[in-house]
Nanobody
Framework: QVQLVESGGGLVQPGGSLRLSCVASIRIFSTDAMAWYRQAPGKQRELVALITRGGSTNYVDSVKGRFTISRDIPKNTVYLQMNSLKPEDTAVYHC?????????WGQGTQVTVSS
């Protein structure tokens, strides 16, 4: 069974930074793209950032210029560097395939931005 294990979340003050990691049991280079998603309390899950097989990246407007997605193919790991964090970035962050996420989402990692 495919596993996705996210880590790196935590409590950070506004303006702070975090780096999330996602280790996948699949070969991430074999997928069309890998992505980070987030779900805030009471809201639907949203796509935050993606990186294609070719290395192209795309971001939701609200994080452009602040977040950077990257990957380490030999390690089957996807990263999300988050800078200048805002309270509205508070959510559980998950990684998964894009555009067809696997059904078995990982546990996610909680990011809380608060003073």
């Amino acid at each position: 069974q495919v596993q996705l294990v996210e880590s790196g979340g935590g409590l950070v003050q506004p303006g702070g930074s975090l780096r999330l990691s996602c280790v996948a049991s699949i070969r991430i280079f074999s997928t069309d793209a890998m992505a980070w998603y987030r779900q805030a309390p009471g809201k639907q899950r949203e796509l935050v950032a993606l990186i294609t097989r070719g290395g192209s990246t795309n971001y939701v407007d609200s994080v452009k210029g602040r977040f950077t997605i990257s990957r380490d193919i030999p390690k089957n790991t996807v990263y999300l560097q988050m800078n200048s964090l805002k309270p509205e970035d508070t959510a559980v962050y998950h990684c998964n395939q894009y555009p067809s996420p696997l059904n078995n989402w990982g546990q996610g990692t909680q990011v809380t931005v608060s003073s």
